[in-house]
């Protein structure tokens, strides 16, 4: 194991990856709408996966059964796409892509809105996003992992919301879950310290209500809230730099 440090090839193709799996996120946008199932969207995705000349990383993944996770509402995140579930109005969800291009990974998520969605649910989602970015902000080489964290919990705790604290973000690029383990709640200057090189995600998945997780008995991949209020989650895959991060998953030049 240990946190594997990116050759200059390795970082080229983990950026193109990411980038096929945030154009992917930006394709399917035009066909999230009322009354489409999730298992339409994950067909739409994992076609223009494959005619990219990539592969859909969950497929198949430790028996995961789709090319994408679509988790709706009170469901934190591994939702499997289905065709009994359809979109409706004032729904949320996180559509979590993973790409595999020439053997490199890159894993990206967002939120999108159905139709008309609450001032609450959409307050829950911008508060999310902002998680994500004052994680990416403590990305520099030298800071300790932990503080990725330190930064993410601070803000949501102000917000009034908590952290999910068992599912985790993790280091990618050669494999899917690589070391390290990137908790989204954390105490300041905890764990390794960062160094140019390394690649990893930050996913936060924020819950409105309890923290606690509880995964679908049947399916053995579903995670919901235990007091079925919304969660939210975006996720980037990040590249330590010289001088700080590069977001390898952003294909809008925000960052
Ligand atoms: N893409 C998810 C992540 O961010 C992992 C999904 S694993 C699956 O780590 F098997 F559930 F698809
Ligand atoms: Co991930
Ligand atoms: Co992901």
Known sequence: MGIIIKSKEQIDGIRKSSKLAAQALIYIEEFVKEGVSTEFLNQKIHDFIIEHGATPATLGYGGYPKSCCISLNEVICHGIPSEDTILKNGDILNIDVTTILDGYYGDTSKMYTVGEVSEDALRLIETTKHC????????????HVGNIGFAIQRYAKVKGYSVVYEFC???VGVDFHEDPQVDHAARRNSGPKLQPGMTFTIEPMINQGK?????????????????????????HTILVTETGYEVLTDVSDEY
């Open 211 to 235: 923290a606690r997780a509880k995964v679908d008995k049947q399916d053995g991949w579903t995670a919901r809230t235990v007091d079925n209020k919304l969660s939210a989650q975006f996720e």
């Open 169 to 171: 973000g993790h280091g």
């Open 132 to 143: 994500l970015d004052l994680g990416i902000q403590q990305v520099r080489p030298g800071n």
